[in-house]
């Protein structure tokens, strides 16, 4: 009988791909990867023992892998809530259709370009003054609940508000401020750190708690330094150290504040 791809196939090979390629991104650099390496092995090697017809070892393997799809549950449970929070934040956002944008996109312009340029203000300042900042700039993905452990704040973004935030020796300091919809919605707010393991010594909490909420959305996290002063970009789970204002300038033009 004659070999035939159809396009169900070939939407199920995509499917396949796009998934197992989307949990990679989420557990590169983690210690998760090696074991799920390990079991894509398990499970290829099952695969050409079912082709070969060796019904011995083949219903050994079946009866582990039907077992282990348990464990494994077990063992990645936080790679597959990372996964769900992923595609949640991805694709549910309450700020998809904002009418006011739609309503006064001239206002909507002036009011974007003069936050742009209350944090480059800010943060320039901060860097200049060795000053440690984590800044988290709200995209699609809604940050409700990175705001818990913080102080509600719901403020127009001012560089001298942002400023006397992370002060040395205020209560707010050591937390991030998180940004959305063109405020300042919370401050001091506790993130979650990256789990990667291939991170370069010199960042600090700061650094790995801009990735690790970069892993968990897709905002955009600004960090200053405490220890060089040096402006780092962290979005989509890495991160760009040592950028210039201007280069930060054309970074947040980008984005709609």
Known sequence: MPFKITVLDIIDIFLVAFLLYQLYRLIKGTPAISIFIAVFFIYLFWLLVKFLNLELISTLLGQVIGVGVIALIIVFQQEIRRFLIYLGNRYVSSNRFPVGKFLFPSLNSKTSHRNIEEILRAVVYLSEHKTGALIVIARTSILDTYSEGGEKINSIISARLIE??????????????????????????????????????????????????????????????????????????????????????????????
Do not use: W
């Not at 300042?184 to 010594?201: F, Y």
């Not at 600090?204 to 905002?219: C, V």
């Not at 040592?242 to 054309?250: D, G, H, P």
């Open 164 to 257: 006397t935030i992370f002060a040395k020796n205020t209560p707010l300091h050591d937390g991030a401020i998180l940004i959305e919809n063109g405020k300042i919605t919370a401050a001091g707010c506790p993130l979650p750190i990256t789990e990667q393991v291939n991170i370069e010594a010199e960042y600090g909490m700061r650094h790995r708690a801009a990735i690790g909420i970069s892993e968990h959305t897709d905002a955009l996290v600004l960090v200053v330094s405490e220890e060089t002063g040096l402006i780092s970009v962290a979005e989509g789970g890495k991160i760009r150290r040592n950028i210039s204002a201007n280069e930060l300038r054309m970074i947040l033009s980008r984005e709609k504040l």
